[in-house]
């Protein structure tokens, strides 16, 4: 089975057709992690068990619902740009550069820390991705809808992690 790693389409977008290419595989490379991301928050949502179950559950389900939709902004903005979305489960799964999620992470405490995680270092590659996005590759539009990514993703993570953090 032969693999094209890049296909572009025709398209009136004025962004350098070099720019548009690797803007494309950056948007996949984030689609793949989001995917991953939406997928491990909803294992973390089924199996959380504890004391804290119904607050992390819900908490769990809300953040997913949001990742989701982070998924058809970053697909769309692949395809408007002359790509092609490479966004199917499995590719997702060969793509991601989170880690996989532990089974053994039920209880509250362990869900907690395994969503924290993930959540911030997928907030990290989206920063970088906001960087990469408007300097070195001239596109605001789609540095913008990272910024906005990454502003989410930070308030669910204060969010997760705040289950964690003591009175000062």
Do not use: C
Not at 47 to 61: M, R, S, T, W
Request: proline letters at 2%.
């Amino acid at each position: 089975m032969a693999t094209k790693t890049r296909t572009m389409f025709e398209t009136r977008n004025d962004l350098p057709a070099e720019s548009r290419e690797q803007l494309v595989e950056l948007l996949n490379a984030r689609l793949a992690d989001t995917f991953d991301l939406y997928s491990q928050l909803k294992q973390a949502h089924w199996n959380v068990k504890g004391p804290d179950f119904i607050q992390l559950h819900e908490l769990y389900d809300t953040v997913a619902e949001s990742v989701l939709e982070f998924a058809d902004e970053i697909a769309e903005r692949a395809t408007s740009l002359g790509g092609l979305a490479t966004g199917t489960v499995r590719m997702a799964a060969k793509a991601s550069a989170l880690e996989e999620y532990p089974l053994d992470a039920t209880t509250g405490p362990d869900t907690v820390n395994v969503v924290a995680d993930r959540l911030a270092v997928y907030g990290a590659a989206v920063r970088e991705a906001i960087d990469t996005a408007d300097s070195e590759l001239g596109d605001m539009d789609t540095s913008d809808m990272f910024t906005e990514i990454s502003r989410t993703i930070d308030k669910h993570l204060w969010f997760v992690e705040a289950h964690h953090q003591a009175d000062a």
